[in-house]
Nanobody, 123 residues
């Protein structure tokens, strides 16, 4: 298992940028594919981005592609989500997730989750 702690959320205005970080407490961080998901009020938790173990492969939801960038630092056991050109529709709780096994976008295949960090974008 891996313990995940997100940070970096906050209240910003539309058009602003924000960078989320997730610190993983685990012996071998490179065993894990890392993902970001978000949950808006009253909605399901949706896929945002994922990154492979070595950081060479990334995938994004259509709604964030071109605005968000996921990256990881395997030396520091961290994964980050750089969010640019934020809009009110990006508002929600952002969760970091981890899984071993194959690269996937599917929420239910991630086994470890952080507590989430709130991102609120005002218009």
């Amino acid at each position: 298992q891996v313990q995940l702690v997100e940070s970096g959320g906050g209240l910003v205005q539309a058009g602003d940028s924000l960078r989320l970080s997730c610190a993983a407490s685990v012996h071998t961080f490179t065993d894990y594919i890392m993902g970001w998901f978000r949950q808006a009020p009253g909605k399901e938790r949706d896929f945002v981005a994922t990154i492979s173990r070595d950081g060479n492969f990334r995938s994004y939801a259509d709604s964030v592609r071109g605005r968000f960038t996921v990256s990881r630092d395997n030396a520091k056991n961290t994964v980050s989500l750089q969010m640019n050109s934020l809009t009110p529709s990006d508002t929600g709780v952002y969760y970091c997730a981890a899984r071993t096994g194959s690269f996937t976008l599917y929420r239910d295949r991630y086994t470890d989750w952080g507590q989430g960090t709130q991102v609120t974008v005002s218009s």
